[in-house]
């Protein structure tokens, strides 16, 4: 698992929260010397951890960035892995796949009554939802929320820890919708993107029901 602790794991955590970054991007934030800092960033890709390649821009010569690979990628939390995937395509064979969305149901039925013992004792609307966004922080999410100028919060969440799951039964990441709006219950809640599909994070509207 990644901590926050060298610049190799700063370099890949940039990576898993930008997705693609230039060289310029990925300096920012760094007190060390650009020569250093290439150095590091030679080293993750002699280990297979980043790639980078050529981008085409719209003007201009195009510019070289960097992403994790899959191997990369595999550092960061991921609570099923292969395993789980290969055990459920064996249920699936025997049962059928409407009963393997029914164990996910009930997979995400457990958290919520897991959740709502976590946020009991928070009161308030706002106290609620950052709980909530610590609760999936300390689960290996990777979250950032935003508040926005209507009022409105914005949750990423740049890691996805059943992605290996969520890639062969994507009603999963539906469940995952189903699990916020039932612990806010005050709230109107939209995914707007999902990791699944490509982008770099996990996205999610949060604003408060009108009364």
Same mark, same amino acid.
Do not use: W
């Given at each position: 698992?990644?901590? *926050?602790?060298?610049?190799?794991?700063?370099?890949?955590?940039?990576?898993?929260?930008?997705?693609?970054?230039?060289?310029?991007?990925?300096? #920012? =934030? +760094?007190?060390?010397?650009?020569? @250093?800092?290439?150095?590091?960033?030679?080293?993750?890709?002699?280990?297979?951890?980043?790639?980078? !390649?050529? /981008?085409?821009?719209?003007?201009?010569?195009?510019?070289?960035?960097?992403?994790?690979?899959?191997?990369?990628? #595999?550092?960061?939390?991921?609570?099923?892995?292969? +395993?789980?995937?290969?055990?459920?395509?064996?249920?699936? &064979?025997?049962?059928?796949?409407? !009963?393997?969305?029914?164990?996910? @149901?009930?997979?995400?039925?457990? %958290?919520?009554?897991?959740? $709502? $013992?976590?946020?009991?004792?928070?009161?308030?609307?706002?106290?609620?939802?950052?709980?909530?966004?610590?609760?999936?922080?300390? *689960?290996?999410?990777?979250? /950032?929320?935003?508040?926005? @100028?209507? =009022?409105?919060?914005?949750?990423?969440? !740049?890691?996805?820890?059943? %992605?290996?799951?969520?890639? /062969?039964?994507?009603?999963?990441?539906?469940?995952?919708?189903?699990? !916020?709006?039932?612990?806010? &219950?005050?709230? %109107?809640?939209?995914?707007?993107?999902?990791?699944?599909?490509? &982008?770099?994070?996990? %996205? +999610?509207?949060?604003?408060?029901?009108?009364?």
């Amino acid at each position: 698992m990644i901590k *926050k602790s060298s610049v190799k794991e700063k370099i890949l955590l940039k990576l898993k929260r930008g997705n693609r970054l230039t060289i310029v991007q990925l300096m #920012e =934030g +760094f007190h060390i010397t650009d020569i @250093a800092l290439r150095r590091h960033i030679h080293t993750l890709e002699r280990e297979g951890l980043i790639q980078s !390649f050529q /981008e085409k821009q719209t003007m201009g010569r195009p510019h070289h960035v960097y992403q994790l690979t899959d191997k990369g990628g #595999e550092l960061f939390p991921n609570q099923y892995q292969q +395993f789980s995937v290969d055990l459920l395509k064996e249920v699936e &064979e025997i049962q059928g796949i409407d !009963f393997v969305y029914q164990l996910l @149901a009930s997979r995400t039925d457990k %958290s919520i009554d897991e959740y $709502k $013992k976590l946020l009991e004792d928070v009161p308030d609307y706002n106290g609620k939802i950052k709980k909530l966004v610590q609760i999936q922080e300390d *689960k290996g999410y990777m979250t /950032e929320l935003q508040e926005n @100028a209507d =009022g409105s919060y914005t949750l990423k969440q !740049f890691n996805c820890p059943i %992605s290996n799951v969520a890639r /062969e039964y994507k009603g999963i990441c539906g469940q995952e919708l189903n699990l !916020f709006e039932e612990l806010l &219950e005050d709230s %109107s809640i939209a995914a707007t993107s999902c990791i699944v599909s490509g &982008e770099n994070c996990c %996205s +999610f509207l949060i604003g408060e029901k009108k009364k």
